[in-house]
């Protein structure tokens, strides 16, 4: 399986809201840089990120709008949406029934065993702050 298929079937798994699923693809080592967000390091601590955003925003949807890779290394552009009324999330905001409108970039790094050890995920944090109401 190529890095591009990883990571396809990861970004597949994540919409169908199977998050056991998408910590399959993950090395139990990885470390996950969310900008504006935080830095994840480990399967666990990746898994429990993404189990509170799918309770936040449980019509949450990524729509991948471009893969490019080379060698073990895939970008992927995408568009987050989704509303947040669902659970806290982030530090405990709860919920404001505010539109998810995000726009992101992932740089993903699969080794030869085909798990994700490494993604930087560069979005706009301040976007992210407005419309889940946290900022004006």
Partial sequence: MSAKDVVTSYFEALNRHD?????DHLDPE???EITGVGL??????VHRFFDGLMKAAPDMHVTTERLIGEGDTVVAQWRMSGAFTGGPLFNGVQATGGRLELRGC?????????????NTAYQ?????????????
Avoid: H, Q, W, Y
Avoid at 19 to 23: E, M
Avoid at 40 to 45: A, D, L, S
Avoid at 128 to 135: D, E, F, P, S, Y
């Fill in 30 to 32: 990885v470390v996950e």
């Fill in 40 to 45: 994840f390091r480990g399967r666990k601590e």
């Fill in 19 to 23: 998050v056991d699923a998408a910590a």
């Fill in 106 to 118: 992932d740089v993903i790094e699969v080794n030869e065993a085909g798990k994700i050890v490494s």
């Fill in 124 to 136: 706009d944090g301040i976007e992210m702050a407005r419309t889940l109401g946290m900022m004006p």
